[in-house]
Structure formats: C-alpha cells, structure tokens
C-alpha cells in the first residue's frame, strides 16, 4: 500500500541525485533511502553514513538503513546493499513529507530535531542539482559572422591582435 504523501518519481530521482552528489563532496559513500512511516501515513527519505563494525563512537546519531523491500536511492556510493541486510549507519538528516498548508517538506537534522520547512524540495538540499536550461548561443552565431565580415576586410590576420584596436599601416 503506498501512503497518500508519498515521494513522486521526480522526487526520489532528484534525492537519488543529491545523494550521489553528496558521496562525491565528502568523499565517503552516502546511503539515501526512502521509508514508509507505518500507521502515519508519509514517506519520508533518510541519508547516512554507513558505519565500520568497529565504530564505537556513541555520539554519532545512528539509524538502521536498508533491510528487506528497502528502496534506496542513487548509487549508494557503489556499496552492494542487494542482500536486504540492515546497515548500521551514521544519520547525517532527512526529508520528511507533509500535509501542512504551502509545507510538503520538512527538513529533520541529525539530532532529529525539525529545522526547515518548505513547499520546494530543492530549498532543501545541500547542492542545486535542477537540469540547466541550455542557453541559446545566439552570441557565437554573432561573433563567428563578425570574424567572417573581418577576414574580408583584411582585419584579423595572422600575428595581429583580433580583439585589440585597429591600427593605422
């Protein structure tokens, strides 16, 4: 059963991407998942730092990630997470969905604490990851004419200076 506040394909796609651009920055593999809350109704999407077996540091926030039917997003930081294991991990933060009026996200810190509220998922993030529009490249066209009309005129040539001021022979 999907909950009615569920991530859209755009949106996981768009959490899938912040994690592997977030694996990239810190160098270190990122696990993102997507998690049904039972009985609440919303999904919210956690990332996190996978722990050594041996990492004994009690004051990192921990939190299970993965497990049978997990959904995870991105690459995961190439870690094989097939075998439906849990993994113990190091909560960096989350992303939580909501039904307030003009709030569908809500950002929770590593503390668990509730610290930014949105109705745009990218005010969220830590990298503007939104596809760039292509920009026309209306002024090459330009400049490529303006070489072709300077050739002509015997400006340009070979060992002068095209950008520089024109001078007197």
Known sequence: MTPPLAFTPAEADLLGRTADALC???????????????????????????????DADEDKPRVQAGGPGARFLGSSGG?????GQPVDCE???AVQLSDLEGVRYIKVDA????????????????????EAEAPEDEGEEADDEGDEEEDKDGEGQEGEDPGGPPTDR
């Open 111 to 130: 503390q668990g604490e509730e610290v930014a509220w949105t109705d745009t998922l990218t005010d969220l993030l830590p990298f503007d990851l939104r």
């Open 91 to 93: 909560f960096l933060w």
């Open 79 to 83: 870690l094989d997470l097939s075998d």
């Open 24 to 54: 990239a920055y810190l160098g270190k593999p990122v696990i993102a998942e997507i998690v049904a809350e039972p009985g609440e109704g919303y999904e919210w999407a956690l990332f996190a730092l996978p722990l050594a077996p041996d």
